[in-house]
């Protein structure tokens, strides 16, 4: 995919440093199948277009090639 995204139900989200630098690890599954594989996006907290998230909110994960840039909340009746 070389750009787009993909709608998922969030697992959780924790926290990684590597070498100082804290990325966040989201874990989601595909709406379409909420007990199927969980998929996982590492990307920065300035990345989260979120104040707040919770395990069962409705995400957005944005690709470019193939690397996941940018996590939203779904608005509800998306």
């Known amino acids: 995919m070389l750009k787009g ?3 998922g139900i969030l697992k ?3 926290p990684v440093s ?3 630098q804290v ?7 595909d ?3 909420p ?5 996982m996006a590492r990307v ?11 395990p069962g909110d409705r995400i957005q994960v944005e690709y470019v090639v193939g690397v996941p840039v940018k ?4 608005k509800v009746g998306s």
């Open 44 to 54: 920065g907290p300035e990345a989260v277009n979120a104040n707040h998230l919770e």
């Open 12 to 14: 959780k989200v924790q």
């Open 18 to 20: 590597i070498h100082g």
């Open 71 to 74: 996590v939203s909340l779904m």
């Open 35 to 39: 007990d199927g594989q969980t998929h």
């Open 31 to 33: 709406v379409d199948d």
């Open 23 to 29: 990325s966040w690890d989201v874990f989601f599954t």
């Open 5 to 7: 995204t993909r709608d």
